[in-house]
C-alpha cells in the first residue's frame, strides 16, 4: 500500500510550529505533497530538506514568503522537474514532478499549486491563463506516462463541493469558467477526481479548506479546493480516502489517498 498526501502549509514554518512533523510520524506517508511552502532554498536548508524520513524536492517561487510547492517522498526518484516550461508561472513555483521510471513503466507524482484570482481581476486572469497553459501540459503528460497530480486548485467543481455555492456563483473558485475547466478535464481530459470516485455523494465531510473569516472552521463552512487527479489506471489502485481534521495545521486539511501497488 502507498499512502499519498496532499496539503496546503500556508508556511512550512506555520504548519511545523503546529504539529505536523508529529502527524507525519504518526499517519507514515510514503509521499505528500505540500503546497504554499512560502519559503525559499535558504529558509529550507538545514531545517526542512527532510520531514518524518522523508526528502523534500521543491519549486520554490523567486518571490519571498510567496507560494512554493514541493513533494516530500520515501523513494528516491528517477527524475525531478521543476515547473512545467511556463515563463510566467514558473516564476512562481507552482509545480514539481518526481518521476519513478521502470522497464515496466512511467510514473510521475505531482505537486501542483493552482493560482487564486480572489485578490482581484488581475490575479484572475492570471489564474485563466494557468488553466489555458497546464490543460495542454497534462493532456501531452497523459500520452507518455501514468501520473497523479496531488494540490491545491483553488476550484470547488460542483454545488455539493462547498457550503454557500449560491453566495459564491459569482466568487473566484466557483466561477463558472472554472467549474467548466474542471468539467472538461474530468471529461474529454481523462483525469479522475479520486476523492469523489472513492466519495461520490459525500458533501461537509469533503470540505478542505476554510476562510480564516466568521468562524468559518467551527461552523465547517467550508470548500473541496484539494484534490488527487490521476490517470484512470492509478485512480483504479486507489482504495482508501481520509481528510484530517484532528488538528489544525493551516488553513486547508491534509487529503490522503491509499494506493495499492504504486511503487
Same mark, same amino acid.
Given at each position: 500500500?502507498?499512502?499519498?498526501? /496532499?496539503?496546503?502549509?500556508?508556511?512550512?514554518?506555520?504548519a &511545523?510550529?503546529?504539529?505536523?512533523?508529529?502527524?507525519?510520524?504518526?499517519?507514515?506517508?510514503?509521499?505528500?505533497?505540500?503546497?504554499?511552502?512560502?519559503?525559499?532554498?535558504?529558509d529550507?536548508? =538545514?531545517r *526542512?530538506?527532510e520531514?518524518?524520513?522523508?526528502?523534500?524536492?521543491?519549486?520554490?517561487?523567486?518571490?519571498?514568503?510567496?507560494?512554493? $510547492?514541493?513533494?516530500?517522498?520515501?523513494?528516491?526518484? /528517477?527524475? $525531478?522537474?521543476? =515547473?512545467?516550461? /511556463?515563463?510566467?508561472?514558473?516564476?512562481?513555483?507552482?509545480?514539481?514532478?518526481l518521476?519513478?521510471?521502470?522497464?515496466?513503466?512511467?510514473? /510521475?507524482?505531482?505537486?501542483c499549486?493552482?493560482?487564486?484570482?480572489?485578490?482581484?481581476?488581475?490575479r484572475?486572469?492570471?489564474?485563466?491563463? *494557468?488553466?489555458?497553459?497546464?490543460?495542454?501540459?497534462?493532456?501531452?503528460?497523459?500520452?507518455?506516462? #501514468?501520473?497523479?497530480?496531488? =494540490?491545491?486548485?483553488?476550484?470547488?467543481?460542483? #454545488?455539493?463541493?462547498?457550503?454557500?455555492?449560491?453566495?459564491?456563483?459569482?466568487?473566484?473558485?466557483?466561477?463558472?469558467?472554472?467549474?467548466?475547466?474542471?468539467?472538461?478535464?474530468?471529461?474529454?481530459?481523462?483525469?479522475?477526481?479520486?476523492?469523489?470516485?472513492?466519495?461520490?455523494?459525500?458533501?461537509?465531510?469533503?470540505? &478542505?479548506?476554510?476562510?480564516?473569516?466568521?468562524?468559518?472552521?467551527?461552523?465547517?463552512?467550508?470548500?473541496?479546493?484539494?484534490?488527487?487527479?490521476?490517470?484512470?489506471?492509478?485512480?483504479?489502485?486507489?482504495?482508501?480516502?481520509?481528510?484530517?481534521?484532528?488538528?489544525?495545521?493551516?488553513?486547508?486539511?491534509?487529503?490522503? $489517498? $491509499?494506493?495499492?501497488?504504486?511503487?
Amino acid at each position: 500500500m502507498f499512502k499519498l498526501v /496532499s496539503l496546503n502549509l500556508n508556511g512550512i514554518r506555520s504548519a &511545523t510550529s503546529k504539529g505536523l512533523e508529529a502527524w507525519l510520524d504518526q499517519t507514515r506517508p510514503d509521499c505528500i505533497g505540500v503546497q504554499e511552502v512560502k519559503a525559499q532554498a535558504g529558509d529550507v536548508a =538545514g531545517r *526542512f530538506e527532510e520531514l518524518s524520513g522523508l526528502r523534500g524536492h521543491f519549486h520554490f517561487a523567486e518571490k519571498k514568503g510567496y507560494s512554493g $510547492v514541493g513533494l516530500y517522498t520515501r523513494h528516491e526518484p /528517477s527524475d $525531478v522537474r521543476i =515547473g512545467y516550461g /511556463s515563463p510566467e508561472f514558473d516564476a512562481e513555483g507552482r509545480y514539481v514532478e518526481l518521476r519513478f521510471d521502470t522497464p515496466q513503466r512511467k510514473l /510521475s507524482l505531482i505537486s501542483c499549486y493552482f493560482p487564486s484570482g480572489s485578490s482581484g481581476e488581475e490575479r484572475q486572469q492570471a489564474k485563466f491563463r *494557468f488553466l489555458d497553459q497546464i490543460y495542454p501540459h497534462l493532456q501531452q503528460l497523459r500520452q507518455e506516462r #501514468e501520473f497523479i497530480v496531488t =494540490g491545491d486548485v483553488n476550484i470547488a467543481h460542483k #454545488e455539493m463541493d462547498l457550503k454557500n455555492w449560491k453566495g459564491n456563483l459569482k466568487n473566484s473558485g466557483f466561477l463558472p469558467e472554472e467549474r467548466a475547466w474542471m468539467t472538461r478535464l474530468l471529461g474529454e481530459g481523462g483525469l479522475v477526481d479520486v476523492y469523489r470516485q472513492l466519495q461520490p455523494e459525500a458533501t461537509e465531510a469533503a470540505y &478542505t479548506w476554510w476562510s480564516n473569516r466568521g468562524q468559518a472552521y467551527a461552523k465547517n463552512v467550508g470548500w473541496r479546493i484539494d484534490y488527487h487527479l490521476a490517470t484512470p489506471a492509478l485512480a483504479a489502485r486507489a482504495r482508501s480516502e481520509s481528510i484530517y481534521k484532528g488538528e489544525k495545521f493551516s488553513d486547508h486539511a491534509p487529503l490522503t $489517498v $491509499v494506493y495499492e501497488g504504486l511503487i
